[in-house]
T-cell receptor, first 114, second 114 residues
Framework: GAGVSQSPSNKVTEKGKDVELRCDPI?????LYWYRQSLGQGLEFLIY????????KSGLPSDRFSAERTGGSVSTLTIQRTQQEDSAVYLC????????????FGSGTRLTVV | KQEVTQIPAALSVPEGENLVLNCSFT??????LQWFRQDPGKGLTSLLL?????REQTSGRLNASLDKSSGRSTLYIAASQPGDSATYLC?????????????FGKGITLSVRP
């Protein structure tokens, strides 16, 4: 596609429910990143996928968070048993490989846990 | 762990002024550095990417410089306009696999007064 697409744009869920957030990267981009932005905070790295390599999961805040990337394209970020502190904007980015190429971000999913 | 500082947190200037936004980072072993703009309620828009071997990059009224050894980058905006009002984020990237993993500052919120 022309840009990075994220869905849904907004999600309200009850505490304790599971949610899935979707990211569709730019076609041909081999790297895909998830970040989250909490109110008043900077962007926090969550997870990074590069081709067929094992993902870098070092930023996932707890085992309630997981992500997968199927067929080297679409990625899903799953949050189980959501908590109020999970409320944030979840941003996905993709890039080509190498120092010449920067990130292109999607518009994000605003998650609100009530 | 990379720490990124952007000071001040907010800045208000009259239209037409030239201004400099500063960014400092603790780990100078970076792969590249990207400057982004974020409008309220929106995702991030990439402004400029500087590779670690470069000193500066220019795009229109924007110029970004990088002093890797001292852990500093600046974004220069010439002849500021009200449409430049946004939050500006600095993100140095460290090598992870074949790509850079960006660490973000909290940003500088710029307001340009007509």
């Amino acid at each position: 596609g022309a840009g990075v697409s994220q869905s849904p744009s907004n999600k309200v869920t009850e505490k304790g429910k599971d949610v899935e957030l979707r990211c569709d990267p730019i076609s041909g981009h081999t790297a895909l990143y998830w970040y989250r932005q909490s109110l008043g905070q900077g962007l926090e790295f969550l997870i990074y996928f590069q081709g067929n390599s094992a993902p870098d999961k070092s930023g996932l805040p707890s085992d309630r968070f997981s992500a997968e990337r199927t067929g080297g394209s679409v990625s899903t970020l799953t949050i189980q048993r959501t908590q109020q502190e999970d409320s944030a904007v979840y941003l996905c980015a993709s890039s080509l490989s190498g120092a010449n190429y920067g990130y292109t971000f999607g518009s994000g999913t605003r998650l609100t846990v009530v | 762990k990379q720490e990124v500082t952007q000071i001040p947190a907010a800045l208000s200037v009259p239209e037409g002024e030239n201004l400099v936004l500063n960014c400092s980072f603790t780990d100078s072993a970076i792969y590249n550095l990207q400057w982004f703009r974020q409008d309220p309620g929106k995702g991030l828009t990439s402004l400029l990417l500087i590779q670690s071997s470069q000193r500066e990059q220019t795009s229109g009224r924007l110029n970004a410089s990088l002093d890797k050894s001292s852990g500093r980058s600046t974004l220069y905006i010439a002849a500021s306009q009200p449409g430049d009002s946004a939050t500006y984020l600095c993100a140095p990237g460290t090598l992870s696999g074949a790509n850079s993993k960006l660490t973000f500052g909290k940003g500088i919120t710029l307001s340009v007064r007509p």
